[in-house]
């Protein structure tokens, strides 16, 4: 069954071509299918294009398919091309010509894209959700181990001091900046592109407003050209903030990769997050850490994909589009399994005592040493090279106190005023605006 079909037949090479593998992605839109024919259908009568007998079995209908779709029982069936087509064939089998009717002032254009933005606003959340989660580990980790020191790095070679408390807190506030990024993201994927129709409007009088308050959206995507032009764009910047997480664990995961190494030894874990090797009885292999590695730098790659998908296409909708599914959707379930799964390592993650006792970490304290000879009233200069001089001499060494004190350093990691940042960025989402219409449109 196909919603375009006429008289005609397609030849079946090209039908198995062009559908692709749509009908298993969208299945993940099933149920964002369901939210916006019941807003269209209250729409619709509204304006004097369906009665108020048919809206109220219309509306009954299509809240017992979202269930089924909940409890996991929709499928789409062989023969039916996607999920819009079953949605109304089931509502046309059940209710007749009134099933019929939920297509007027509507293509299947702006149906799969408010499909998409409903879907990948959810997605969104539940992304916020576990970064805000990590970050909470994250920020409570740095607390409980900000007096644990550790050498700082710059070229892989040693630096200057750092702290444990540093390098957590520095991956929490990373994930600031990246979920404003998909704050910005989310903002453009709640528009409202119903009404647009095949991407030339329509000769109904469409209430687009009431679709736009009934669907939770904060807006409208009021010019109809450009809400099919956003198909593709909406995409590509929603993978570049998926990208900008993706390189923050993946920056991480390289981190615990080296950190776990019998060279540095400066972390481990439970014999039950590693793996053995098959002849090497002594390993304990990072497989989680590299795996969220190779993951992340896919997830980078990501953008790239889709930007090529779109490269070169004038506007209005063409088929091109359809591949981005199979880009994208696998993406999300691959981005959520490295939150989940940087989670589980960070709950159990051993941080070794004493690190810098060790002899060979004795020129971190380098500058620490100029700095304190400057404070004694020796110029800049004078102290670095009396140091140089003393490190090529071989009489450096000692024992050196760390007092770094200003914003952001060991001694202040101002985890209060970077947690009160992502609880601003939090509150702009408005996930609780939009939970409250979804709930009132299935009542």
Not at 73 to 80: A, L, P, R, S, T
Not at 238 to 257: P, V, Y
Request: with cysteine; net charge negative.
């Amino acid at each position: 069954m196909k919603l375009w079909q006429k008289e005609t037949s397609t030849n079946q090479q090209v039908d198995t071509f062009t559908v692709g593998q749509d009908r298993e992605m969208d299945l993940f839109l099933a149920g964002f299918d369901v939210l916006g024919s019941l807003a269209h259908t209250q729409m619709l009568e509204s304006i004097g294009l369906m009665s108020a007998d048919d809206l109220k079995e219309i509306q009954k209908e299509l809240k017992n398919i979202y269930k089924q779709i909940q409890d996991g029982d929709f499928k789409i069936e062989d023969g039916v091309e996607d999920v819009h087509s079953q949605v109304e064939m089931l509502l046309t089998q059940k209710l007749g010509e009134a099933g019929k009717k939920i297509h007027s002032g509507r293509s299947r254009n702006d149906q799969v894209l408010v499909d998409l933005k409903l879907f990948f606003r959810s997605q969104i959340q539940e992304m916020v959700v576990s970064v805000q989660e990590l970050f909470s580990l994250l920020k409570e980790l740095a607390e409980q181990h900000k007096e644990k020191l550790m050498p700082g790095y710059t070229h892989l070679q040693i630096a200057m001091p750092s702290s444990f408390g540093l390098w957590f807190g520095a991956y929490a506030e990373s994930l600031v900046d990246d979920l404003e990024l998909m704050l910005a993201t989310y903002k453009i994927c709640n528009k409202n592109p119903l009404g647009s129709a095949a991407g030339y409007g329509s000769s109904f009088p469409l209430n687009r407003t009431m679709t736009t308050e009934l669907l939770g959206f904060k807006t409208l995507n009021y010019n109809v050209v450009y809400a099919q032009m956003g198909r593709g764009k909406t995409e590509r910047i929603l993978s570049q903030a998926m990208s900008s997480i993706a390189a923050t664990l993946n920056k991480m995961a390289m981190d615990a990769c080296l950190f776990m190494n019998q060279n540095f030894g400066f972390i481990s874990f439970p014999d039950e997050l590693t793996t053995g090797s098959s002849i090497m009885p002594h390993k304990k292999n990072p497989d989680v850490w590299e795996l969220i590695r190779g993951r992340t730098n896919q997830l980078q790659a990501l953008p790239n994909q889709i930007m090529l998908l779109t490269t070169n296409l004038p506007s209005g909708y063409h088929r091109d589009m359809q591949l981005q599914k199979e880009t994208l959707f696998p993406a999300f379930q691959s981005l959520m399994a490295c939150l989940d799964m940087t989670k589980l390592m960070l709950r159990n993650i051993r941080i070794k005592d004493n690190i810098l006792d060790d002899p060979k970490y004795q020129y971190l304290f380098s500058v620490e040493e100029v700095n304190k000879l400057v404070l004694a009233g020796s110029p800049f200069r004078e102290a670095y090279k009396k140091v140089g001089m003393d490190i090529e001499a071989g009489n450096f060494g000692g024992h050196y106190e760390i007092n770094h004190t200003h914003e952001g350093s060991i001694g202040s990691l101002n985890l209060e005023e970077v947690s009160q940042m992502m609880e601003k960025v939090i509150s702009e989402f408005g996930f609780n605006e939009v939970e409250k219409a979804i709930k009132d449109l299935l009542a």
